[in-house]
């Protein structure tokens, strides 16, 4: 969806460690402008959920993004994922609300930025998606 030059990616139903790792590379392709990537919880992992967790944080460390906006139980593991691959830790912001997040990125959007929204069904985080295109 594009409001005022702005691209908003709503992947928000369903998450995966695949599907995650899918979706942050097409928001590394299509963006011209600044890529900021808003996760969610991935649930039903299992035992692993941490490490899944932490391995996307990586995975968009590696990818050079502007913003890791978080949201939900597991977003500490996603930020030390992506610390510890060298992600400035400025660029990574944990939210306590979905409407937090949309405040803040709504605060700040520039023409030509691209925003992925991302989480399993049950964080409903197209309540991001909602406010960001209302």
Same mark, same amino acid.
């Given at each position: &969806?594009?409001?005022?030059?702005?691209?908003?990616?709503?992947?928000t139903y369903n998450a995966s460690p695949v599907?995650?790792?899918? /979706?942050?590379?097409?928001?590394?392709?299509?963006?011209? /402008?600044?890529?900021?990537?808003?996760?969610?919880?991935?649930?039903?992992?299992g035992e692993l959920a941490g490490l899944y967790?932490?391995?996307?944080?990586?995975?968009? %460390?590696?990818?050079?993004?502007?913003?890791?906006?978080?949201?939900?139980?597991? $977003?500490? +593991? +996603?930020?030390?994922?992506? $610390? %510890?691959?060298? &992600?400035?830790?400025?660029?990574?912001?944990?939210?306590?609300?979905?409407?937090?997040?949309?405040?803040?990125? $709504?605060?700040?959007?520039?023409?030509?930025?691209?925003?992925?929204?991302? /989480? $399993?069904?049950?964080?409903?985080?197209?309540?991001?998606?909602?406010?960001?295109?209302?």
């Open positions: &969806m594009q409001k005022h030059g702005i691209t908003v990616i709503d992947d599907s995650m790792k899918a /979706g942050l590379e097409v928001l590394e392709a299509t963006a011209k /402008g600044r890529r900021i990537a808003v996760l969610a919880d991935m649930k039903e992992l967790h932490v391995k996307v944080g990586e995975f968009v %460390a590696s990818r050079n993004f502007t913003q890791l906006l978080l949201f939900g139980e597991m $977003s500490e +593991y +996603y930020k030390k994922g992506a $610390s %510890a691959a060298g &992600m400035n830790p400025d660029k990574i912001r944990i939210f306590e609300s979905k409407e937090q997040i949309a405040e803040f990125i $709504s605060s700040g959007l520039c023409e030509k930025d691209v925003v992925l929204v991302k /989480g $399993s069904r049950s964080m409903k985080m197209e309540d991001v998606v909602n406010r960001l295109i209302a």
